[in-house]
């Protein structure tokens, strides 16, 4: 079974202090691992994804196997970063798509 | 349209009624998701499906919930003898028949049951 693990439901960090949201995923195959953001009053929608090994708006997040770990990271937090993200992760050949239950990031002038 | 589109944005509704929630997915998106957003929840999977092939229903949390896709595209999610713990925002999103991962979601329908 998928399971996605998101630990801190709230971090909170100054501006300009790096970020660290965690993931830890389950799941018996290949995974496919996904960060979604959800910034106020705004849709769910993509922020990165580990295939693609891309960095979006500062974020990176680096996929590890032995840890089962996809944590998503910035150096510098800004203050229009504060969202709700969602870890999401699906197996191979992109089957249904298992959410975290989400961390808040509220970063603080 | 050019996004997702989820109809009532809002629902008030009482304990024990029937509610129907709409979908209408991007055209073209073969893949259409639903979803249930609680507090300290997350996303809980509800349904999936995907073009022709049978929905996969293994996030349905009980048989008073049931979704059907119409001619592929627009979807309903029904509630049936709503329970006030069904009370919750329900997202629906669509994707492309390719595996990119990518999930396009609407603003969701936000269900209140008294």
């Known amino acids: 079974a998928q399971r996605v693990t998101q630990p801190e439901k709230l971090l909170s960090v100054f501006k300009g202090a790096p970020v660290e949201l965690k993931c830890n995923y389950s799941?018996?195959?290949?995974?496919?691992l996904f960060w979604y953001v959800q910034y106020s009053r705004q849709r769910l929608q993509l922020l990165l994804r580990?295939?693609s090994r891309e960095s979006i708006k500062g974020f990176t997040a680096d996929l590890n196997k032995g840890e089962t770990s996809f944590h998503l990271k910035k150096p510098f937090a800004q203050e229009e970063d504060s969202a709700m993200y969602y870890c999401a992760l699906s197996g191979t050949g992109f089957q249904k798509l298992v959410f975290g239950t989400g961390t808040r990031l509220l970063v603080s002038p | 349209g050019a996004g997702v589109s989820q109809s009532p944005s809002n629902k008030v509704t009482e304990k024990g009624k029937d509610v129907e929630l709409r979908c209408d997915p991007i055209s073209g998106h073969t893949a259409l998701y639903w979803y249930r957003q609680s507090l300290g929840q997350g996303l809980e999977f509800l349904i999936y499906?995907?073009?022709?092939?049978?929905?996969?229903k293994s996030g349905l949390p009980s048989d008073r919930f049931s979704a059907e896709r119409t001619g592929g595209s627009v979807s309903t999610l029904t509630i049936q003898r709503t329970q006030q713990e069904d009370s919750a925002v329900y997202l629906c999103?669509?994707?492309?028949?390719?595996?990119?991962?990518?999930?396009?979601f609407g603003e969701g329908s936000r269900l209140t049951v008294l």
């Open positions: 799941y018996s195959g290949s995974p496919e």
């Open positions: 499906f995907q073009g022709n092939s049978a929905p996969d």
């Open positions: 999103a669509s994707s492309l028949m390719v595996n990119t991962g990518e999930l396009f």
């Open positions: 580990h295939i």
